[in-house]
T-cell receptor, first 114, second 109 residues
């Protein structure tokens, strides 16, 4: 098992550009999450999904979009990049049983918007 | 008020010390509780789940007080390798997960 994979590892964007952060898991997990982590801070939930075709907003969804067409993939879309979106982005998955299971994280994508 | 609040730290302790971290949560619908460890802005990894009866894993002990909406982590006999950021995580049964800002521990020789 590869676990949770994220691409790219690093990216520099110019203000106003768009990009998609990819996340995939091969553990047949139903729940998937996107977080961002700013320097010195904890992780903030952007969006999450409880299964294919179902997504919901987290704490900081503005400026982002997601889709979940398959169990394995959960891409995060930035439409108009802004400097405030400079952060480290982590994707995670879990085989949730009422929120009791461990989340497994990908290695992160380090995004800089200039 | 943040949904999950942790001791701001940082904690700097000598090897062999005992150190305790505290975490409070505001959502009374919270169902599951965890401590994660994060090294040098790598991905977080589960340290331990927290159960109402309290649980222990070697030098680590976690406690949950639902009435006070409070979670704790105790580390005994600290090792240099325990230096990391410790994240308190609270889940609802709808799958929403909220992280605290983390408490940084540095264990010194």
């Amino acid at each position: 098992n590869a676990g949770v994979t994220q691409t790219p590892k690093f990216r520099i964007l110019k203000i106003g550009q768009s990009m998609t952060l990819q996340c995939a898991q091969d553990m047949n997990h139903n729940y998937m999450y996107w977080y961002r982590q700013d320097p010195g801070m904890g992780l903030k939930l952007i969006y999450y999904s409880v299964g294919a075709g179902i997504t919901d907003k987290g704490e900081v969804p503005n400026g982002y979009n997601v889709s979940r067409s398959t169990t394995e993939d959960f891409p995060l879309r930035l439409e108009l990049a802004a400097p405030s979106q400079t952060s480290v982005y982590f994707c995670a998955s879990t085989y949730d049983q009422g929120g009791t299971d461990t989340q497994y994280f990908g290695p992160g994508t380090r995004l800089t918007v200039l | 008020r943040k949904e999950v609040e942790q001791d701001p730290g940082p904690f700097n302790v000598p090897e062999g010390a005992t150190v305790a971290f505290n975490c409070t949560y505001s959502n009374s619908a919270s169902q599951s509780f965890f401590w994660y460890r994060q090294d040098c802005r790598k991905e977080p990894k589960l340290l331990m789940s927290v159960y109402s009866s309290g649980n222990e894993d070697g030098r680590f002990t976690a406690q949950l007080n639902r009435a006070s909406q409070y979670i704790s982590l105790l580390i005994r006999d600290s090792k240099l390798s325990d230096s990391a950021t410790y994240l308190c995580v609270v889940n609802t049964n709808a799958g929403k997960s909220t992280f605290g800002d983390g408490t940084t521990l540095t264990v010194k020789p």
